[in-house]
């Protein structure tokens, strides 16, 4: 994310402020529960440490509102509820983000926060802080506005894609599968893996400060939104050095965006369903579901399709293999589609 931020007044004030160590409006229900928060859901979701980065990575397709909150305080639930809405409302034109500050800090830390709730608008990986505190009732009127607002400004600078929509049973599995995989609770969590799968080490080196010299103008292009441009210069560094794992996990992603950035995912989604024999609409939609961070839904729509049209099979082949660079190296999701591809070719 670039240091820089851009202040954007969208007529909320910053009254209301909640420190981040409070703990009082405690419940001990969790999101869903009776008692409890609204649950992720829809065109929202929830952010761990370990997805934060890929959605950031996702603000370069469609804007991601970033909600900063604490899970557990009933004085936010109601902004929480109005939030969904509005955000639902825009039919994927964005993305709420919702992360509890009191589960991962680190967040809240990173994003410079004086307080909770906050809202950060998220634009290409860029940081627009949006306000900080609890609205009061004449403000949450006005979100349907704010967040329409929000999505012309996306709009103008270029990022128009269409955000996943994400059914409650869709968040239970992928909150299951969160919590299999980094240990926590199994509480509000959804990974968008596609992207964030990058070994840490790798990921911080593609950062706005250390990019590699020979990297620039592909990282530059990516930045802007030409993900083709980008694809074609990530192609020459490894032209010039194939060892380069960054680079070959730069280029899958570019060449992923640069098909699917811009797609509208209920066209592609129905498109597919309207057509399950043909390659190009599965592919359409394998390619959505891994910018949407559903990488095993990806990997089986193809592998599934393959073995029933044996004729697609080289097509299929070519796709997975242009996906797997952009996971690590040991992501068993990976393993696994490598063994039924193999089955499959043998």
Known sequence: MADKQ??????ISLAGAVDLSTVAHHVDAKPGEKGGAPKAGGYTIDVTTESFESVVRSSQTYPVLLYVWIADDDRLFKLTEVLHKAVDAQKGGIQLARIDAKKYPAIAQALQLQGVPALVLLLGGRPIPITQGV???S???QMDRVVARLVELAHKQGISGTAPHMESSDQDSQDSESSASDGSDGYGT?????????????TSETTNANVPPTHQKAHDLAAQGDFSGAALEYGKVLEADPSDRIAAREHAKALLLARSATANVNKVREAAAANPDD????????DVDLIGGFVDDAFSRLL????SHREALDEVRKRLVSYFPI??????RVARARRRLSVLLY
């Open 304 to 307: 599934d399709f393959a073995a």
């Open 190 to 202: 959804a990974r968008m893996d596609a992207q964030a799968d990058a070994a840490p080490s790798e």
């Open 327 to 332: 996971c690590r190296d040991d992501d068993p």
């Open 135 to 137: 609205p009061d009732a």
């Open 279 to 286: 390659v190009d609409a599965q592919l359409a939609v394998a």
């Open 6 to 11: 851009e202040k954007m007044n969208v007529g």
């Open 139 to 141: 403000e949450l009127a």
